[in-house]
Every structure is written in C-alpha cells, then in structure tokens.
C-alpha cells in the first residue's frame, strides 16, 4: 500500500471496478484514471491557430417524442448564456452556441422523419440547451435518425 493514497485507492487498485469502494471514490476522472489506467483525453476540442478560438462537438443529448414536436436536450456547461445559432433543412439541423472565444457545435444528420422548422432555448438551470423540432407531419417517431445516417459531431 506505499504506492497509494488511501486503503480505498488500494482496494480500488487491486479489485478495479469491482471494488466495493469504487463508488466511493472522489471524482468520476478519479474512476477513470483507476479503470483505465491514464488520464483520460479529450477528444472533442479543437484549437484553431489564427483566432485562438476553441470549438468543441457536443456529442451528448437526450431526446423526447411528442405529438407535434421532438425536444432534443443537449447538456453544455455554461455559467453564462451562450449566443446561439441554428441552421435547419427538412432533414438535418445544427446549433452553435458561443461564449466567450469558445465555440460549441451540435449536429443532427438524416432525422427520421422531416421537420418543418426548429427553435431553441437556454436552459441556465439545467445549463442545457433545448432543442425542439417542429414535425412536417404529426405521429411518434421509434427513433431520432435513420439507421443509414448515424449521428455525426460537426466536421
């Protein structure tokens, strides 16, 4: 037990995820670093060179179905609210939200059905943005994208 900071960590170490103390420990990067073995990385930031601006794929979101609408709720830690942008077609719609020099981007691609318009809104207390897709035509959808058009992070 030298090698590490605490009878927890040392169980942790030694039985990994299925440590009794795994729930315990501090920080999911904690857990992280313990499961994998490293620091994990950040695969979502790009730092673009001539502004210094940094754009970030925010690849999370959950949705839900309604009659009229589908709400897509994308998650983005943000103290302020961000100045939002959104494009729309028929079948693809994509939102970029800035604060500061930071850019955030989301993007949906081949949508199940088609939508004839779509909105958002900040959420400060949930820090999220909301997301909602007007339908063409009213109905459930099974799913938010196509089975050919898999969800793609902004290029």
């Known amino acids: 037990m030298a090698d590490t900071v605490s009878a927890l960590h040392d169980n942790i170490a030694k039985k990994g995820s299925n440590s009794y103390y795994y729930a315990h420990a501090n920080t999911v990067k904690e857990r992280l670093v313990t499961t994998l073995g490293e620091e994990p990385k950040c695969l979502g930031a790009i730092e673009a060179s001539s502004t210094g601006t940094k754009t970030t794929a925010l690849k999370s979101y959950q949705w839900a ?75 459930s959808w099974w799913k938010l994208l196509t089975e050919d058009q898999p969800y793609k992070a902004d290029d």
């Open 65 to 139: 179905d309604e009659e009229d609408e589908v709400l897509v709720y994308i998650p983005i830690l943000l103290d302020s609210p961000p100045e939002i942008t959104l494009e729309s077609t028929e079948t693809s719609v994509k939102v970029n939200a800035k604060e500061g020099g930071d850019v955030y981007c989301f993007s949906l691609t081949g949508l199940y059905e088609k939508i004839s318009g779509a909105s958002t809104k900040w959420g400060p207390k949930n820090k999220r943005i909301l997301l909602r897709l007007k339908k063409a035509k009213s109905g």
